[in-house]
Protein backbone atom coordinates (compact mmCIF):
# COMPACT_ATOMS: atom_id res chain seq x y z
CA UNK A 1 0.00 0.00 0.00
CA UNK A 2 1.27 3.33 -1.05
CA UNK A 3 0.99 5.68 1.75
CA UNK A 4 2.74 9.29 1.62
CA UNK A 5 4.14 11.18 4.45
CA UNK A 6 0.98 13.45 5.06
CA UNK A 7 -1.08 10.35 5.59
CA UNK A 8 0.79 9.42 8.68
CA UNK A 9 1.33 10.86 12.13
CA UNK A 10 4.57 10.78 14.20
CA UNK A 11 2.62 10.53 17.45
CA UNK A 12 4.62 11.28 20.46
CA UNK A 13 7.99 11.89 19.64
CA UNK A 14 7.03 14.50 21.70
CA UNK A 15 4.40 14.52 23.53
CA UNK A 16 3.83 18.20 22.99
CA UNK A 17 3.00 17.37 19.58
CA UNK A 18 1.12 14.55 20.46
CA UNK A 19 -1.03 17.00 22.64
CA UNK A 20 -1.15 19.54 20.43
CA UNK A 21 -3.17 17.97 17.94
CA UNK A 22 -1.96 15.46 15.50
CA UNK A 23 -2.98 12.13 16.94
CA UNK A 24 -3.16 8.35 15.21
CA UNK A 25 -5.80 7.37 13.38
CA UNK A 26 -7.51 6.27 17.14
CA UNK A 27 -7.04 9.76 18.47
CA UNK A 28 -4.42 8.51 20.57
CA UNK A 29 -0.65 8.05 20.43
CA UNK A 30 0.41 4.10 20.22
CA UNK A 31 2.88 3.49 22.66
CA UNK A 32 6.95 1.77 22.30
CA UNK A 33 6.69 -0.52 26.02
CA UNK A 34 10.07 -0.46 25.89
CA UNK A 35 10.77 3.12 26.14
CA UNK A 36 7.88 3.79 28.05
CA UNK A 37 6.51 6.24 25.17
CA UNK A 38 4.24 6.60 21.85
CA UNK A 39 7.05 6.61 18.43
CA UNK A 40 5.57 4.35 15.95
CA UNK A 41 4.33 5.62 12.28
CA UNK A 42 0.54 4.68 12.56
CA UNK A 43 -1.53 5.41 9.33
CA UNK A 44 -4.19 7.83 9.47
CA UNK A 45 -6.26 5.70 6.76
CA UNK A 46 -5.77 2.34 5.60
CA UNK A 47 -7.52 0.06 3.02
CA UNK A 48 -9.93 -2.14 5.01
CA UNK A 49 -8.85 -6.10 5.22
CA UNK A 50 -10.48 -8.84 7.39
CA UNK A 51 -7.97 -12.01 7.06
CA UNK A 52 -9.37 -15.42 8.53
CA UNK A 53 -7.92 -19.01 8.73
CA UNK A 54 -9.42 -20.59 5.56
CA UNK A 55 -12.44 -21.76 7.05
CA UNK A 56 -13.93 -18.12 7.19
CA UNK A 57 -14.02 -18.41 3.21
CA UNK A 58 -15.39 -22.06 3.08
CA UNK A 59 -18.43 -21.48 5.19
CA UNK A 60 -22.10 -19.38 4.51
CA UNK A 61 -24.20 -22.07 7.08
CA UNK A 62 -26.83 -21.91 4.46
CA UNK A 63 -26.91 -18.50 3.89
CA UNK A 64 -24.82 -16.03 1.01
CA UNK A 65 -21.62 -14.63 2.73
CA UNK A 66 -18.66 -16.80 4.15
CA UNK A 67 -17.42 -15.14 7.66
CA UNK A 68 -14.90 -12.69 5.97
CA UNK A 69 -17.30 -11.22 3.52
CA UNK A 70 -19.83 -10.93 6.35
CA UNK A 71 -16.97 -9.09 8.43
CA UNK A 72 -16.02 -7.05 5.60
CA UNK A 73 -19.09 -6.13 4.75
CA UNK A 74 -20.31 -4.80 8.43
CA UNK A 75 -16.97 -2.63 8.87
CA UNK A 76 -17.09 -0.79 5.29
CA UNK A 77 -20.96 -0.06 7.05
CA UNK A 78 -18.91 1.50 10.01
CA UNK A 79 -19.65 -1.24 12.23
CA UNK A 80 -17.69 -1.74 15.42
CA UNK A 81 -14.20 -3.69 14.16
CA UNK A 82 -14.87 -6.56 17.01
CA UNK A 83 -18.68 -6.91 16.69
CA UNK A 84 -18.31 -7.11 12.70
CA UNK A 85 -15.40 -10.20 13.32
CA UNK A 86 -17.48 -11.86 15.89
CA UNK A 87 -20.73 -11.48 13.41
CA UNK A 88 -18.39 -13.39 10.74
CA UNK A 89 -17.27 -15.74 12.99
CA UNK A 90 -20.65 -16.82 14.07
CA UNK A 91 -21.92 -18.12 10.71
CA UNK A 92 -19.25 -20.98 10.68
CA UNK A 93 -20.07 -21.76 14.69
CA UNK A 94 -23.14 -21.99 13.57
CA UNK A 95 -22.74 -24.23 10.61
CA UNK A 96 -23.22 -27.71 11.41
CA UNK A 97 -20.41 -28.79 8.30
CA UNK A 98 -17.65 -27.16 10.36
CA UNK A 99 -16.36 -29.80 12.78
CA UNK A 100 -13.89 -27.72 14.52
CA UNK A 101 -15.94 -24.84 15.74
CA UNK A 102 -18.97 -24.00 17.33
CA UNK A 103 -22.02 -26.19 16.80
CA UNK A 104 -21.28 -29.89 15.40
CA UNK A 105 -17.58 -29.48 16.95
CA UNK A 106 -15.70 -32.16 17.47
CA UNK A 107 -16.54 -33.65 20.82
CA UNK A 108 -13.52 -34.70 23.59
CA UNK A 109 -12.76 -38.28 24.84
CA UNK A 110 -16.53 -38.70 26.66
CA UNK A 111 -18.20 -37.48 24.01
CA UNK A 112 -18.69 -34.13 25.39
CA UNK A 113 -18.52 -30.30 22.99
CA UNK A 114 -16.23 -27.97 24.93
CA UNK A 115 -15.76 -24.54 23.44
CA UNK A 116 -13.04 -22.41 23.73
CA UNK A 117 -12.56 -18.73 22.31
CA UNK A 118 -11.11 -15.22 22.92
CA UNK A 119 -11.33 -11.70 21.01
CA UNK A 120 -9.57 -8.44 21.80
CA UNK A 121 -10.43 -4.65 20.56
CA UNK A 122 -7.41 -3.58 19.69
CA UNK A 123 -8.70 0.62 20.15
CA UNK A 124 -10.82 -0.04 23.20
CA UNK A 125 -8.09 -2.30 24.99
CA UNK A 126 -10.62 -4.76 26.27
CA UNK A 127 -10.07 -8.37 25.99
CA UNK A 128 -12.67 -11.61 27.13
CA UNK A 129 -12.23 -15.56 26.23
CA UNK A 130 -14.19 -18.59 27.58
CA UNK A 131 -12.88 -21.74 27.58
CA UNK A 132 -14.22 -25.51 28.03
CA UNK A 133 -17.89 -24.15 27.79
CA UNK A 134 -20.48 -26.24 26.68
CA UNK A 135 -24.17 -25.94 25.41
CA UNK A 136 -23.16 -22.50 23.85
CA UNK A 137 -22.95 -22.43 20.35
CA UNK A 138 -21.35 -19.32 19.60
CA UNK A 139 -18.63 -18.89 22.46
CA UNK A 140 -17.12 -16.16 20.63
CA UNK A 141 -20.25 -13.91 21.67
CA UNK A 142 -19.90 -15.02 24.93
CA UNK A 143 -16.05 -14.10 25.23
CA UNK A 144 -17.36 -10.88 23.94
CA UNK A 145 -19.56 -10.53 26.67
CA UNK A 146 -17.15 -11.12 29.19
CA UNK A 147 -14.84 -8.64 27.53
CA UNK A 148 -17.95 -6.01 27.32
CA UNK A 149 -19.70 -6.69 30.51
CA UNK A 150 -16.88 -7.97 33.35
CA UNK A 151 -14.05 -7.01 34.93
CA UNK A 152 -12.43 -10.31 34.01
CA UNK A 153 -10.70 -11.85 30.93
CA UNK A 154 -11.20 -15.17 31.09
CA UNK A 155 -14.04 -17.48 32.32
CA UNK A 156 -13.94 -21.36 32.37
CA UNK A 157 -16.04 -24.21 32.94
CA UNK A 158 -19.29 -24.46 34.74
CA UNK A 159 -18.56 -20.94 35.48
CA UNK A 160 -18.46 -19.94 31.83
CA UNK A 161 -21.83 -21.05 31.28
CA UNK A 162 -23.64 -20.15 33.89
CA UNK A 163 -22.18 -16.69 32.92
CA UNK A 164 -23.24 -17.16 29.31
CA UNK A 165 -26.89 -18.01 31.00
CA UNK A 166 -27.18 -14.90 32.89
CA UNK A 167 -26.38 -12.98 30.14
CA UNK A 168 -29.62 -14.63 27.87
CA UNK A 169 -27.42 -16.91 26.11
CA UNK A 170 -29.59 -20.15 25.01
CA UNK A 171 -28.24 -23.82 26.61
CA UNK A 172 -28.41 -26.63 25.38
CA UNK A 173 -27.88 -30.13 26.41
CA UNK A 174 -25.48 -31.64 23.84
CA UNK A 175 -23.87 -29.54 21.04
CA UNK A 176 -23.19 -32.63 18.83
CA UNK A 177 -24.36 -33.07 15.09
CA UNK A 178 -25.23 -36.70 14.07
CA UNK A 179 -21.99 -35.98 11.95
CA UNK A 180 -20.09 -35.23 14.97
CA UNK A 181 -21.01 -38.03 17.23
CA UNK A 182 -20.88 -40.35 14.94
CA UNK A 183 -17.44 -39.93 14.45
CA UNK A 184 -16.51 -39.41 18.03
CA UNK A 185 -18.33 -43.01 18.53
CA UNK A 186 -15.71 -43.96 15.28
CA UNK A 187 -12.97 -43.14 17.53
CA UNK A 188 -14.74 -44.90 20.66
CA UNK A 189 -14.86 -47.77 19.10
CA UNK A 190 -11.70 -48.05 17.66
CA UNK A 191 -9.12 -46.81 20.41
CA UNK A 192 -11.13 -48.95 23.35
CA UNK A 193 -11.84 -51.84 21.86
CA UNK A 194 -11.58 -53.34 25.54
CA UNK A 195 -12.33 -50.44 27.08
CA UNK A 196 -9.06 -50.77 28.53
CA UNK A 197 -5.51 -50.16 27.60
CA UNK A 198 -2.55 -49.13 29.67
CA UNK A 199 -1.62 -45.14 29.19
CA UNK A 200 1.04 -45.52 27.14
CA UNK A 201 -0.54 -47.21 24.05
CA UNK A 202 -3.43 -45.67 24.85
CA UNK A 203 -1.50 -42.30 23.80
CA UNK A 204 0.31 -43.58 21.15
CA UNK A 205 -3.07 -45.53 19.71
CA UNK A 206 -4.87 -42.72 20.02
CA UNK A 207 -2.61 -40.44 17.14
CA UNK A 208 -2.64 -43.49 15.39
CA UNK A 209 -6.00 -43.87 15.46
CA UNK A 210 -6.31 -40.35 14.52
CA UNK A 211 -3.89 -40.27 11.23
CA UNK A 212 -5.64 -43.64 10.08
CA UNK A 213 -9.40 -41.57 10.24
CA UNK A 214 -7.76 -38.53 8.34
CA UNK A 215 -6.23 -41.33 5.52
CA UNK A 216 -9.37 -42.64 5.69
CA UNK A 217 -11.30 -39.40 4.86
CA UNK A 218 -13.28 -39.07 7.97
CA UNK A 219 -11.51 -36.65 9.61
CA UNK A 220 -10.00 -33.54 7.74
CA UNK A 221 -6.68 -32.90 8.60
CA UNK A 222 -7.26 -29.09 9.61
CA UNK A 223 -9.77 -30.17 11.81
CA UNK A 224 -7.92 -32.26 14.76
CA UNK A 225 -6.47 -29.19 16.49
CA UNK A 226 -9.92 -27.04 14.57
CA UNK A 227 -10.42 -23.63 15.02
CA UNK A 228 -11.15 -20.25 13.15
CA UNK A 229 -9.28 -17.05 14.16
CA UNK A 230 -10.10 -13.88 12.16
CA UNK A 231 -8.76 -10.30 12.36
CA UNK A 232 -9.91 -7.06 10.67
CA UNK A 233 -8.48 -3.55 9.79
CA UNK A 234 -11.30 -0.55 9.76
CA UNK A 235 -10.68 2.46 7.49
CA UNK A 236 -9.62 4.35 11.02
CA UNK A 237 -6.86 1.85 11.46
CA UNK A 238 -8.54 0.05 14.02
CA UNK A 239 -7.69 -3.49 14.28
CA UNK A 240 -9.59 -6.46 16.52
CA UNK A 241 -9.21 -10.16 16.31
CA UNK A 242 -11.52 -13.44 17.59
CA UNK A 243 -10.63 -17.02 17.69
CA UNK A 244 -13.07 -19.70 18.31
CA UNK A 245 -12.50 -23.38 18.41
CA UNK A 246 -14.12 -26.71 19.32
CA UNK A 247 -10.16 -27.36 20.12
CA UNK A 248 -8.45 -30.93 19.89
CA UNK A 249 -10.93 -33.36 18.69
CA UNK A 250 -11.19 -36.25 21.58
CA UNK A 251 -9.02 -34.22 23.62
CA UNK A 252 -8.97 -35.14 27.52
CA UNK A 253 -12.44 -33.27 29.17
CA UNK A 254 -11.14 -30.07 30.52
CA UNK A 255 -8.02 -29.73 28.36
CA UNK A 256 -7.87 -26.00 26.89
CA UNK A 257 -5.98 -25.32 24.19
CA UNK A 258 -4.72 -21.99 22.87
CA UNK A 259 -7.41 -20.10 21.53
CA UNK A 260 -8.80 -18.73 24.72
CA UNK A 261 -5.49 -17.59 26.28
CA UNK A 262 -4.43 -14.14 25.45
CA UNK A 263 -0.97 -14.06 23.58
CA UNK A 264 -1.30 -17.39 22.47
CA UNK A 265 -4.40 -18.09 20.27
CA UNK A 266 -5.01 -14.43 19.94
CA UNK A 267 -3.08 -11.04 20.11
CA UNK A 268 -4.07 -7.69 19.31
CA UNK A 269 -2.39 -4.34 20.03
CA UNK A 270 -4.66 -1.84 18.63
CA UNK A 271 -1.64 0.41 17.53
CA UNK A 272 0.80 -2.61 15.63
CA UNK A 273 -1.56 -5.01 14.69
CA UNK A 274 -3.17 -8.01 15.09
CA UNK A 275 -2.22 -12.20 15.34
CA UNK A 276 -4.48 -15.56 15.81
CA UNK A 277 -3.76 -19.03 15.12
CA UNK A 278 -5.07 -22.77 14.28
CA UNK A 279 -3.54 -25.64 14.73
CA UNK A 280 -1.27 -27.89 17.80
CA UNK A 281 -2.62 -25.63 20.26
CA UNK A 282 -0.01 -26.70 22.82
CA UNK A 283 2.98 -25.44 20.69
CA UNK A 284 1.73 -22.11 20.25
CA UNK A 285 0.86 -22.31 23.71
CA UNK A 286 4.50 -23.14 25.03
CA UNK A 287 5.37 -20.23 23.17
CA UNK A 288 2.94 -17.60 23.30
CA UNK A 289 3.14 -16.82 19.61
CA UNK A 290 0.85 -14.20 18.65
CA UNK A 291 2.35 -11.85 21.54
CA UNK A 292 5.40 -12.58 19.97
CA UNK A 293 4.61 -11.63 16.31
CA UNK A 294 2.64 -8.24 17.45
CA UNK A 295 6.24 -7.60 19.36
CA UNK A 296 8.28 -8.72 16.80
CA UNK A 297 5.88 -6.38 14.13
CA UNK A 298 6.23 -2.97 16.85
CA UNK A 299 9.94 -3.60 16.32
CA UNK A 300 9.14 -3.11 12.79
CA UNK A 301 9.14 -6.45 11.42
CA UNK A 302 6.43 -7.00 8.57
CA UNK A 303 3.45 -9.50 8.94
CA UNK A 304 5.13 -12.28 6.92
CA UNK A 305 8.77 -11.80 8.67
CA UNK A 306 6.94 -11.88 12.41
CA UNK A 307 4.92 -14.52 11.42
CA UNK A 308 7.99 -16.67 10.56
CA UNK A 309 9.95 -15.63 13.64
CA UNK A 310 7.42 -17.57 15.47
CA UNK A 311 7.47 -20.59 13.73
CA UNK A 312 11.23 -20.81 13.66
CA UNK A 313 10.45 -20.84 17.63
CA UNK A 314 8.54 -23.37 17.93
CA UNK A 315 10.22 -25.17 15.59
CA UNK A 316 13.52 -24.46 17.60
CA UNK A 317 11.08 -25.55 20.84
CA UNK A 318 10.10 -28.79 19.43
CA UNK A 319 12.73 -31.71 20.75
CA UNK A 320 10.70 -34.52 22.02
CA UNK A 321 10.97 -37.39 19.54
CA UNK A 322 6.84 -38.46 19.62
CA UNK A 323 6.25 -34.86 18.18
CA UNK A 324 9.39 -34.71 15.24
CA UNK A 325 8.75 -36.64 11.94
CA UNK A 326 11.41 -38.53 10.33
CA UNK A 327 12.99 -35.29 8.74
CA UNK A 328 13.16 -34.60 12.66
CA UNK A 329 10.99 -31.20 11.71
CA UNK A 330 8.08 -30.78 13.66
CA UNK A 331 5.01 -33.41 12.80
CA UNK A 332 2.19 -30.86 13.32
CA UNK A 333 0.52 -28.24 11.60
CA UNK A 334 0.45 -24.39 13.02
CA UNK A 335 -0.89 -21.67 11.27
CA UNK A 336 -0.84 -17.64 12.03
CA UNK A 337 -2.83 -15.26 10.25
CA UNK A 338 -0.74 -11.41 10.77
CA UNK A 339 -2.37 -8.12 10.21
CA UNK A 340 -0.33 -4.61 10.83
CA UNK A 341 -2.31 -1.42 11.54
CA UNK A 342 -1.39 -0.54 7.97
CA UNK A 343 -3.71 -3.43 6.38
CA UNK A 344 -0.57 -5.42 5.76
CA UNK A 345 -0.99 -9.15 6.22
CA UNK A 346 0.08 -12.87 5.71
CA UNK A 347 -1.01 -16.20 6.66
CA UNK A 348 2.09 -18.45 7.44
CA UNK A 349 2.35 -22.06 8.60
CA UNK A 350 4.59 -24.43 9.14
CA UNK A 351 3.67 -26.92 6.57
CA UNK A 352 1.61 -25.76 2.72
CA UNK A 353 -1.85 -24.25 4.22
CA UNK A 354 -3.98 -21.83 2.89
CA UNK A 355 -6.07 -18.77 4.73
CA UNK A 356 -9.24 -16.13 3.67
CA UNK A 357 -8.62 -12.83 2.85
CA UNK A 358 -11.46 -10.18 2.17
CA UNK A 359 -10.88 -6.65 0.57
CA UNK A 360 -12.81 -4.15 -1.63
CA UNK A 361 -11.89 -6.51 -4.33
CA UNK A 362 -13.78 -9.48 -2.22
CA UNK A 363 -12.94 -12.58 -0.50
CA UNK A 364 -10.05 -14.87 -1.73
CA UNK A 365 -8.60 -17.70 -0.19
CA UNK A 366 -4.43 -17.71 -0.86
CA UNK A 367 -1.92 -19.75 0.20
CA UNK A 368 0.42 -19.24 3.08
CA UNK A 369 4.28 -18.81 3.38
CA UNK A 370 5.62 -22.00 4.81
CA UNK A 371 8.37 -22.77 6.84
CA UNK A 372 8.51 -26.25 5.53
CA UNK A 373 7.53 -27.84 1.84
CA UNK A 374 5.28 -30.59 2.19
CA UNK A 375 3.16 -32.06 4.65
CA UNK A 376 4.17 -32.59 8.74
CA UNK A 377 3.97 -36.74 8.68
CA UNK A 378 5.55 -36.96 5.27
N1 LIG B 1 -5.57 -24.33 18.14
C1 LIG B 1 -6.70 -24.91 18.71
C2 LIG B 1 -6.44 -25.85 19.79
O1 LIG B 1 -5.36 -26.42 19.88
O2 LIG B 1 -7.32 -26.06 20.62
Known amino acids: MNINRRDFVLSGAAAAFAAAGPKTAFGQA?????????????????????????NG????????????EKAFSLITKGSDVLDALVEGVNIVELDPLDTSVGYGGLPNADGVVQLDSSCIHGLKKRAGAVAAIEGVRTPSRVALAVANETDH???????AQEFARNMGFTIEDDLNTDTSRARWLEWKRRIDPEHYLDPKKRAERGRQVMLDMVREGLLDENHIYGTINCDGVSPKGEVCGVTTTSGLAWKIPGRVGDSPILGAGLYVDGAVGAAGSTGRGEANLFNLCSFLIVEEMRRGASPKDAGMAALKRIAANTIEKRLLNDKGRPNFGLNFYVLNAKGEHAGVSMYDATYAVCTENGPQTVRTEALYEGKPTE
Open 30 to 54: PFDVAQGRPTMLTPRSVKPVVISSS
Open 153 to 159: HLLVGRG
Open 57 to 68: NRFKNGGTMTCV
